[in-house]
DNA sequence: TATCTTCGCTAAACCGGTTTGCTAAACCGG
DNA sequence: CCGGTTTAGCAAACCGGTTTAGCGAAGATA
């Protein structure tokens, strides 16, 4: 049983070279400052007693940390599965790294999202998707610590970057219409919390507002009963989808909120021997990269989802490296439909009855 | 312009509370050993100044963080572009999250990671795929931070969790060698560092083991121009199975050892208008979520990718959380092929041939 | 030779908390 | 009323570095 080795500190370096504190640290963040000799000679001192400068003491001088974190309204296990994240974290990343940051995922730890971010050590955050009027935006402000929203209401007083949810929704919804679909199944993203109803300003509501109106320019309605919602990712659509053909809805299409669960629903109405497009089109939302490769390529609004985690970086870093004179930014990216296979003219019967009969 | 507020300190607090900082401490972390009533009082104070304890601070004197890193060998802008990394993340991050461990991604910093990772406050490291003679490995060690290596030659003295990586390779070699395949194209993950050749015992050169130990048995070989490598990307798989294509290679099966970029090259595949099965198997690796859902489904190689991030978390908190009596521990999970419909047999005159002629 | 710089280095303060050791007052049984 | 135990709270040390102010010696300038 080996005796776990203790860390050398400083003042071991310093002892061990016959020289101060000061001048070991030196000899490592501005060796300018000692003649060449020593400080190669405090530095060679240091490599073979193995000591490295304790990251956490330096941050507490330095008063900043180099780390930018991400901030999850659900548990980092449920958010990972959804490909959308892992394109939202590329961008994210490759910002943060160009600037030297690394990345530090913050996600409501034992349900409180405030005690895990009160643990944090970061320099600011980006917060996806959380609804504002949650108490941890106001407790990060209070905290001092600079916050970008994305995907969530914008705040005046934070940056934020937001996407055209309700214009993407709203192509989507006009394409299905065009095609002749007049009875539709929306599948919406869970709400973080699945306490009370739907966020009114989450990204849920902002979409099926979009899909809404569509109907309503033709002069229909998208009753409450036809959307169901559930977690955002392919399990969650194969589960929102049987639930819907249980409670005996018969949609000719379906509207997702996000690319994994329209391709749970495709899978789920493939189970039932439904074809897609033949009995049910399904539009997504994303355009998560595997979208044009799934069976049949996905129709769905595409959305700069890299672009969104850059962004949400770029505006963080210039506040937080304080080269901000003019407040927060507000940056809204467009969305587009793209259509590909999994959309296509509403089944005949169906365009003429009120309801679907399907096979 | 308004003033950047100053971060409340907890001598504010006593000093306005009229009481010691080590009261105001107590009152946050030991509240019984003061009167109640006090410890209401300073609690109150100490919200109404907007009081929170600096978590570097605090870090500083509890030797702890809570936190675990996540160590990648490539930036984490390509690492999260591979779906199979989401999925590990989702594994990682739950096993993290459920001992109350938040996340902290490492990536190389302008091309350092050793850089990195002395920035990093972490009580414990993961690291994935990282070939085991990386110094960082020996810099980590002495910096006394416990890691567990994934998917790297296992070192005896840190943690490990490794798949059946050649037995994996194996099957899905032999699986082609019965539907009639000799001339196969292999497709191998880049190695992190683009410098010297293969890493002798990286996962590349694993798999490859297991496709060659297969075709070795039945007396065929895979000679080294038939291995073509490129970032495990959709489009690292497409760029491979191109440059293949224009090096005149034409191969009746594909080995990939990524899903994504089995997906990459089925879309190449296809845009030359061939057919797969019919002109070209592929086969991949990982088993992603997306995997069947991708046309046609892919036959591929399954590894069970969230529980590897979970025992790689469960090691890791054992020695972290000093529960471990019986040193570093290694721990292997089983691979096993999943035949779906990407894979079929040879096309007949390429079985008579060396060389398939296409189209 | 006297004064001014520069060079090389150090002592001490500081970052913002937690923890240890101790004391004075209150409490307690006898 | 006395010695012993709690209780409530404080001062100081500590975590492990960085940074400021300053000092003596050497070199430059006058």
Redesign the interface.
Known sequence: ?EL????PRIADVAREAGVSKTAVSFAFNSPDRLAPETAVRIREIAEQL?Y??H???R??TQRH???IGVLTPQ???V???N?F???F???V??A??ES?Y??????P??GSLAR?M????VDGVVAIGLSDDHPEVE?IR???VPIVLVDSTALPEHGSVEIDDVGGARAAAEHLIGLGHRNVLVIGVEPPAPSVAIDPDGVTSRRLRGYREAFAAVGLEIPDESVVVGPA??DGGIAALNRAWEDGMRPTAVLAMSDAMA?GA??ALRDMRLTIPGDVSVVGFDDI??A??????LTTVHQPIRRMGEEAVSLLLSVVQRRD?SGPEHRRLETRLIVRGSTGPAPLEAQREGAGVND
């Open positions: 049983m776990r080795t203790i860390r193995g490295t400068p990251p956490v003491a941050m507490l940390t180099l780390t548990a980092l296990s958010i990972f599965s490909p994240f892992g394109a974290s590329e961008g990343a490759g943060a790294e030297g690394a990345l530090h995922f913050i996600s730890l034992h895990a009160s643990r944090a050590t407790q209070r905290a001092g990712s392919i391709i495709m899978r990269d595997l044009p490769h799934v069976d049949p390529p004179p």
